[in-house]
């Protein structure tokens, strides 16, 4: 079964992390079914670049096709400026909304919160709350450097009391490697930093 979603954007806000955002609050599959806004900087990768692109000023968004999930999101965007000369690629973070957005969004409604799993390699869990900067943020660095996670969202105190058993950690994201509880974001950060997330 699909169910159809609001998201109204204000100015400022990033739309791709925005759209991230809102899939870990739902804890589901959804795409893209509308959009209408505008936007003052769009980054985007065009086919066959290295880098992406980006361009400053007052744009119209023409059309954003794709799918969002916990785990990833792969969106691309089409957008013309004032003498309709038109742009196109995959979207990317930096995009900034310039007036407002409104999109409509179906989601699935079966939760997906898992990613397959290569048996080689190591097992992450990551318990998060929903709205939490600090929970999108570890999610975003696990998507950016592609360690397979399962996303498990607290939502009751029931939830939260049998995870702080396992953890005796109050704050979120709590994440576990191999059942191991590591920490929070800046532990994940540090492991990260010393190279060691991805060897461990």
Known sequence: MIYPKTLQLESGSDLLNSLQALAIKENKFGYILSVVGNLSIAKFQCPGKGQP?????????????????????????????????????????????????????????????????NTNQQTVEIFILPDCPWSSRAVRMLRT???????KVVKNDNDFNSLHKRSN????PQIFIDEEFIGGYSELAELHASGKLSNR
């Open 145 to 151: 450097l592609q360690i397979p996670y399962e996303i």
């Open 169 to 172: 950690y109050s704050s979120f």
């Open 53 to 117: 692109s980006t361009v400053e000023n007052h744009l119209e968004i023409i059309a954003l096709n794709g799918t969002i999930s916990p785990n990833k999101s792969h969106l691309h965007i089409s957008f013309s400026d004032g003498e309709c000369k038109v742009w196109a690629g995959h979207l990317e973070e930096g995009t900034i909304i310039l007036k407002g957005a409104d999109l409509l969004i179906g989601f699935l409604d079966e939760a997906i919160i898992k990613k397959d799993v």
